[in-house]
């Protein structure tokens, strides 16, 4: 089974900036989007950023302006580069991907822990 592998996280400041990657460990064919999700403990997880085939991107309204997706198609791989970070964007960043090779299947990271101290 391939998994999604995230890195980047980590102890920042606030107002500082951090950039998460998710690439596969194996292969998926036909990625129609990638995105980020985030969770804080007793809350939903809750969209960060989506980016399809296309370069069409869908930022979440509270982010916008801090944050930018990107993904290499080549290496299958979704970044996300957050900027002016603050404490409440404290959580765990899933990395998503959706493959539509024999319809729509949903491939989850592991997530990563972004914490933003004050």
């Known amino acids: 089974q391939v998994q999604l592998v995230e890195s980047g996280g980590g102890l920042v400041q606030a107002g500082g900036s951090l950039r998460l990657s998710c690439a596969p460990s194996?292969?998926?064919?036909?990625?129609?989007?990638m995105g980020w999700y985030r969770q804080v403990p007793g809350k939903q997880r809750e969209l960060v950023a989506q980016?399809?085939?296309?370069?069409?991107?869908n930022i979440a309204d509270t982010l916008k302006g801090r944050v930018t997706i990107s993904r290499d198609n080549a290496k299958s791989t979704v970044y996300l580069q957050m900027n002016s970070l603050k404490p409440e964007d404290t959580a765990v960043y899933y990395c998503?991907?959706?493959?539509?090779?024999?319809?729509?299947?949903?491939?989850w990271g592991q997530g990563t822990q972004v914490t933003v101290s004050s």
């Open positions: 194996g292969t998926i064919f036909s990625i129609h989007v």
């Open positions: 998503h991907f959706v493959s539509v090779r024999r319809g729509p299947e949903d491939y």
């Open positions: 980016i399809w085939t296309d370069g069409t991107t």
